[in-house]
């Protein structure tokens, strides 16, 4: 099936840059200046943590590793800002440019398989699309709470899930084939996310 945001193509950077990253630095430099958007910078920064804290706690991978992780969640939407129309093709051309892992691309060019047309394929690949819906309501979720993220529990995002109308924008079935492809449960990605999100 081609949408409007097809990359139309399978296959992402270059097997000689495997295990390139940019630094910290330049990937907070990269998002700033491409991402304008409070809001939308704050959600990279959560998928990223996210990502991050997975490789370490649940696939027990090391620092470098863990980075890896990290930047595929902190750069997935980095051209959703300034181009909508198209997102997802402009960050890929601007890793591939950088010489960065193809694994890390390939993790931003699969995690919207229905508009991009690329099926996750690693642990990485399906972890980032899992995040990424799931993280959006809970952190909308946070917003309406006195406490914020203190004291929240599952049984709350479970009931905001259900309703159509909370944070409309995120996709339940996404979110519902993201658990089945990660191999893991709704209910544990959220007790994660809870876990390990903040503001
Ligand atoms: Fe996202």
Redesign the pocket.
Known sequence: MSTPLSLNRQSFGDPADAGNVLTREDADALLHDWVKNDR?RL??QQ?GALMGAWARERENLGPEDQWRWEMAGLL??AD?DQWPADHCRRIIEELERRHVDPEIIRAIAS??PAHFGVEPQTKMDKMLYAF??L??LVHAYSLMRPGGYDGMELKGVLKRLKEKTFAAGVNRDDITDACARAGITQNELIEFIIAHQRG
Do not use: N, P, Q
């Open positions: 939308l959600h990279m998928v997935h939407d959703w995690h919207g990424d819906e993280s959006g």
